[in-house]
């Protein structure tokens, strides 16, 4: 880590991260990474959280971004991932960025083509995990309640 140069802007893992942010929170800016993933990530890499992102080399936003693309490489466990079990392959993955949204959006798609019970609350545009439906998640245009002397002319005509 080079104490003499710093960047405002980061470019790491295809996004660009504020050179402000604490190492871990910076991370956490990168969709599919967390807080306490970047916390892990940091500690892998041999940097400390509480240093400033704008701080770092390019050897370390290399050392980082193989990290990301790498992690069971590197010992972060499996629970760890966000993406246990592929569908297609069977493996265990984690996720950032585009490929997350895109692996996400198929999963629904895919829900909806086999007709399971996700897949249908998905298509419907309702709550998919048990959610109370009664009162909450309503859509489409309120209905407004008219009172008195309003509703009394409703009544006479």
């Not at 604490?22 to 990168?30: F, N, R, T, V």
């Amino acid at each position: 880590m080079s104490e003499s140069r710093f960047r405002h802007i980061v470019r790491i893992a295809g996004v660009d991260v504020s050179g402000d942010l604490l190492i871990p929170y910076g991370l956490a800016k990168i969709k599919g990474i967390g807080y306490h993933t970047g916390l892990a990530i940091a500690r892998i890499v041999g940097l400390d959280p509480q240093s400033r992102i704008g701080y770092l080399s390019d050897a370390d936003v290399r050392r980082i971004e193989d990290v990301i693309n790498n992690p069971l490489k590197y010992g972060i466990p499996a629970w760890y991932l966000n993406r246990r079990k592929d569908y297609t392959s069977g493996e265990d993955r984690h996720l950032i960025s585009a490929d997350l949204i895109f692996e996400a959006r198929s999963d629904i798609e895919r829900e909806i083509k086999t007709r399971n019970w996700r897949g249908i609350r998905h298509q419907l545009g309702l709550k998919v995990r048990g959610q109370r439906t009664h009162t909450t998640g309503r859509i489409g245009p309120v209905v407004g309640v008219t009172k008195g002397k309003a509703a009394q002319q409703q009544k006479k005509e």
